[in-house]
C-alpha cells in the first residue's frame, strides 16, 4: 500500500485531506520527473514531463483550496 493512503485515511478535517492529496502530487510530480532523465528523450521523455507539469498543476490548484480555506 502506498504510504499517503495512510495519511487519507486518517484525515478527519478538510485541511488534513487537502495536504495529503498535495504530498500525492508532489510523488507524482517527482516520479514523473525521475522517470523523465532515465528514457533516453524522445516522445516517451516528454510525455513523462508533461505528466510531471500536470501534477505540479494539480499540487498548485490544492495548495491554492488550502489558502481559499485559511480565509474563510
Do not use: C, T
Amino acid at each position: 500500500m502506498l504510504p499517503v493512503l495512510d495519511k487519507f485515511e486518517r484525515a478527519d478535517q478538510l485541511e488534513e485531506v487537502l495536504k495529503a492529496a498535495m504530498e500525492s502530487e508532489l510523488i507524482a510530480h517527482e516520479a514523473y520527473k525521475l522517470l523523465a532523465e532515465k528514457v533516453n528523450g524522445g516522445k516517451l521523455r516528454e510525455f513523462y514531463l508533461k505528466l510531471a507539469e500536470v501534477e505540479r498543476g494539480h499540487y498548485e490548484a490544492l495548495r491554492k483550496m488550502i489558502e481559499g480555506l485559511r480565509k474563510n
